[in-house]
């Protein structure tokens, strides 16, 4: 008899233990055909990991991927100077050669222009408001800018290489990222 009584409490805590098991009814969203090019310069295009981008202060960077998920929720493009670090939190500002371009541009689903421009400034809304896609091809031009203003210092954009760094956020805060290094540089020149 208290084989079974044992037998059977094995079972109810089998029963009613956690999965420990990745619940893969909600997979992390994920990032695919990330690119960022100039606005007309199809040559620069990254075409691979190792591959860099040319973009020219005052004219456009195309941002493009395919994002999947589970009612994405935003997607934010995190600009900053890329030379000598691999994602640590220091940053440099200033420089003699000009002042490093360092912005977060938020790309919000769901919500309406109003809601996204009260969010503050570097904020849009892709979608309509309660319109959260589980997939969206993503396609935004960013305006390279010529001159930037960080901590009280203005000047010209450091030329050089940037990490374009793209995370993308579901409604239950899973998130994924994925980066590019992109040059900035005003003048035309041989990329080898």
């Known amino acids: ?40 310069d199809h040559d620069h295009a990254r075409l691979a990991e190792d591959d860099h981008a040319h973009i020219v202060p005052g004219e456009e960077a195309v941002v493009e991927a395919d994002t999947k998920g ?14 000598g670090h691999e ?35 570097y904020n849009y809304a892709l979608t309509a408001a309660g319109d959260f896609p589980n997939e969206y091809e993503f396609h935004e031009h960013i305006d390279v800018p010529t001159t930037w203003t960080k901590d009280g210092v203005t000047g010209p954009v450091k030329e050089g290489d940037y990490h374009f ?10 998130r994924t990222q994925k980066a590019l290094t992109v040059e900035v540089h005003a003048e035309e020149h041989d990329h080898q």
């Open 1 to 40: 008899m208290n084989i079974k009584y044992l037998i059977l409490a094995l079972a109810l805590i089998g029963f009613v233990s956690c999965n420990n098991d990745k619940d893969e009814s909600n997979p992390a969203p994920t990032i695919e055909n990330y690119t960022v090019s100039g606005h007309d």
């Open 70 to 83: 589970t009612k994405l929720n935003y997607a934010q493009i995190d600009v900053h100077w890329g030379a």
């Open 87 to 121: 994602h640590s939190n220091e940053r440099t500002t200033e420089t003699e050669e000009g002042v490093q371009w360092t912005q977060k541009y938020t790309y919000w689903f769901g919500i309406s222009a109003e809601e996204a421009e009260a969010k503050g400034a």
């Open 165 to 174: 760094v793209l995370f993308l956020v579901d409604s239950e805060g899973q």
